[in-house]
């Protein structure tokens, strides 16, 4: 959530910078709603002064009255309206801002200056390229039909199990699918000095508030249970990041990093994808998450990219990095890198990890703070990033080690968490 003070003190420059993220702010609704707010607040501030005054005058007051002999009970009924009056007014204002919240709600993170304009992924800049797409001398295969030839990856039996968008993996790539789960994690915890944490795969509104998916984009969730208001998790970044809502911690940097399924409905997203593995409704994904100083979290960002981009280069799969433009930029994000792994099949890089600078957004929204040097509550700041997507980390693999048989040969890091396997046939 912005903070309500900026919109106050410049509502102009900011509805500008959200105009980047092709987001129109309604500044006269916000500039109504506000000038109701501050009326009413003094409204309600002066009768509850009055009503504070009245309250500590009323006992000698009904004291005199009683020695008159006068009634006294227009006194009290003068103080029964004056608790009304004030109950009301409070009412009043509540609504009023409760209107305000919700708009504040609706409206996106404010992009980075160094987001760069456009309206879609179309328009994102490529900052840099590692690795030569490989050259085969034979008819390359899509992972869709390497893996049916293998008999490993089979969408046919998860329709009849679930669904479309679901696969079943067995054999030789179920075991790939594992070790690159594993490879990861060993990376970010021995290599880049992250915190394995294990996370509740269901998680509560308030969780998905803080995080940006609520209220927002609450068909693109599974939802559980509407009592209980329990949702599956559409990424790790959501149980992860709430581990500090309404805490404030003592030192920073923390970095976590988790495996966990993903769960999303895909909504909108009808006619995309629906070959293979790319977009699936349930899927596998290691998450790294920082909270950091304010001062830090825009080096934080380049050096997380860095970690996501180590597992592509150990793999040996080529890939290019880019930043997305304004109008690709998440709700929640005030700047992302994308990291697209080359797909031989398709002859262009696909999406396989985005890496995200939140700055204080989801912090505000939390309340997750820490202790600066004064010793005073402060919202940290936020980031994550995929480090990778499971799931498209196998199929970029199975594409780009495929072989003129069909095999699959095993990236050498990938061999010993596979027993030494070196080709799946």
Known sequence: MLDPK??????????????????DLDTQAFLALEAQRKDLQLAAESLQQERNAYAKSMGKLIGEAKAKGEDIEPLKAKGEQMKNDSAEADANLAEVQGSLDEMLQGIPNIPHSSV????????????????????????????VDLGDALNGLDF??????????????????ASMHRALTQFMLNTHIQEHGYEEVYVP???????????????????????????????????????ITNIYRNEIVDSLPIKFVSHTPCFRSEAGSYGRDTRGMIRQHQFEKVEMVQFVHP?????????????????????ELPYRTVILCGG?????AAKTYDIEVWLPSQEKYREISSCSNFADFQARRMKARFRNTEGKPELLHTLNGSGLA???????????????DGSIAVPQVLQPLMNGLTVIK
Do not use: C
């Not at 106050?8 to 959200?18: E, F, G, I, Q, T």
């Not at 927002?216 to 149980?239: G, N, S």
């Open 295 to 315: 001062n830090d979290s825009w080096d934080t960002l380049d050096t997380l990219v860095g970690h996501a981009e180590a597992i592509l280069q150990k793999l």
């Open 116 to 143: 760069p304009a456009g309206n879609d992924e179309d328009d994102n800049v490529e900052i840099r390229r590692w690795g030569q797409p490989k050259t085969f001398d034979f008819e390359v295969k899509d992972h």
């Open 201 to 239: 795969y269901i998680v509560n509104r308030d969780s998905l508030y803080g995080t940006g998916q609520l209220p927002k984009f609450e068909e693109d969730l599974f939802k559980l249970d509407d009592e209980r208001e329990f949702y599956l998790i559409p990424t790790a970044e959501v149980p």
């Open 6 to 23: 900026l919109l106050r003190s410049d509502l102009n420059a900011v509805a500008a910078s959200l105009k980047i993220k092709g987001y």
């Open 328 to 332: 690709d930029l998440g709700f929640s």
């Open 390 to 404: 499971v799931g498209r980390t196998l199929l970029a693999v199975m594409e780009n080690y495929q072989q003129a």
């Open 156 to 173: 046919d039996t998860a329709a009849k199990i679930t669904g479309s968008r679901f696969s079943q993996m067995r054999g030789g790539l």
